[in-house]
């Protein structure tokens, strides 16, 4: 048995950023412009929103009348999130614009202003005051003493503000940023991640996930090279590495394919193993009663940090869920399914209990801390 590696919390409250609205008003090339936001909508969404009598959906001339933000809002946190969490940022401003007719202000990454004036190299992760990761090392805990954060106790109530930066086409900040080699690398609702210079917030480069970027993001040497990689999931359940110097993408890796998995704890790095937990959007679409519910598994998974394929992957249920009744609207109900490892024990946390048949009968008492594992 190796050491423990401990987890996130998975619904951590967000972040309190300073400012979540962006005032980028100087439109250049926007992403959005190369993408298709016709094909998209007709991909994505004309299933249901297709001037059918029968359905509840606003046909396509009523979303016409209202503002790109409007959908988009609609997309990011209204009643069309499970939609909108499919989508990149990019993909989702393109259908905005598509379906309303009018062009949004400024670019998706909001990176057309604000760059740093050069490109320096990213020392060597060393004495500079850090934070790396959601934990702060692999105990988790979110400790550090005044020589590692350049400040003390004393000193915090008194700091003020430096700079600020705006995510475009977001309304919650949840990535933690992660502090290294004088940079801050953060991610954002629409799925873009930042390298920013510590100091003055200008910004180094921009690199856009296929889903919301959620996670914090841990920093560590490439496996076999020179250099450092950037880790991080998104909202698609796709893990990711990054060169922490460029942005460029090395790997990117699938973990689930449940079509509502989702990544919102953060990946936890150690030695040549990346740590991933996934969850999934299901608990809000269990609602409804014409939703399958449910068929998503809790899993966590260890993934070579060299190559991105998966070494294992363990599911917290392991039977996989079957049919076991219906819903009063006909539905078949599936189960069991969800993440019950949550209350056992300290190894990882779910942000949100969720099993389904419960565990808890005498035949089938709650588990003991059985999934021990060693990296
Ligand atoms: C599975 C069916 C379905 C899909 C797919 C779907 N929608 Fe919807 N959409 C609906 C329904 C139903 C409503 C009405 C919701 C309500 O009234 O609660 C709706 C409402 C909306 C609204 C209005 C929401 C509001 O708060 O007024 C917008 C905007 C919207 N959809 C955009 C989209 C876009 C853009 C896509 C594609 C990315 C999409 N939808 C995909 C079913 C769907």
């Not at 919390?9 to 309190?16: A, K, L, S, T």
């Not at 996930?209 to 359940?237: C, H, M």
């Not at 030695?271 to 609602?287: H, I, P, R, T, W």
Request: charged share 15%; net charge positive; hydrophobic share 35%.
């Amino acid at each position: 048995m190796g050491r423990s590696i401990l987890f996130s919390e998975m619904n951590q409250r967000p972040f309190e950023a300073i400012v979540v609205v962006s005032f980028v008003v100087l439109a250049t090339t926007s992403v959005a412009q190369v993408l298709d936001g016709a094909a998209l909508f007709q991909q994505r969404c004309s299933v249901c929103h297709s001037r059918e009598t029968t359905s509840r959906a606003p046909s396509p001339e009523v979303l016409h009348a209202r503002l790109p933000e409007a959908i988009l809002d609609s997309l990011v946190n209204g009643a069309m999130r499970v939609q909108g969490s499919r989508l990149s940022g990019a993909e989702r401003r393109a259908i905005a614009e598509y379906v309303t007719g009018r062009k949004m202000g400024g670019d998706v990454t909001g990176a057309t202003v604000g760059r740093c004036p050069t490109q320096t190299s990213f020392p060597v992760l060393s004495s500079d005051p850090a934070w790396n990761g959601w934990g702060q090392g692999i105990e988790n805990t979110r400790f550090q003493d005044a020589k590692q954060a350049g400040l003390t106790a004393e000193q915090v109530p008194h700091l003020t503000l430096k700079w600020a930066l705006g995510f475009p086409d977001a309304t919650s900040a949840w990535s933690q940023p992660t502090v290294a080699g004088g940079r801050v690398f953060i991610g954002s609702q629409n799925g873009t991640v930042y390298s920013l210079d510590a100091k003055t917030g200008c910004i180094y480069w921009t690199f856009s996930a296929s889903g919301g970027v959620r996670t914090a993001l841990s920093i560590g040497p490439r496996s076999g090279e020179s250099g450092f990689a950037v880790y991080f999931g998104d909202t698609n359940a796709n893990a990711y590495a990054l060169d922490a110097v460029t942005g460029k993408k090395l790997w990117i890796r699938k973990v689930e394919d449940h079509p509502l998995a989702r990544i919102t704890g953060s990946p936890a790095l150690y030695k040549d193993k990346l740590y991933v937990a996934v969850s999934s959007y299901e608990e809000s679409q269990g609602a409804s009663p014409q939703y399958e519910c449910c068929t998503f598994r809790g899993s966590l998974a260890a993934i070579d940090v060299k190559t991105g394929s998966v070494v294992w992957k363990t599911y917290m249920v392991s039977v996989p869920p079957k049919p076991r009744g219906k819903s009063s609207a006909g539905a078949t109900l599936w189960g069991p399914s969800g993440l019950p490892f949550g209350r056992h024990l300290p190894l990882m946390r779910e942000g949100a209990w969720s099993m389904w048949p419960p565990e808890t009968t005498t035949a089938n008492p709650p588990r003991r801390p059985a999934m021990l594992f060693s990296h």
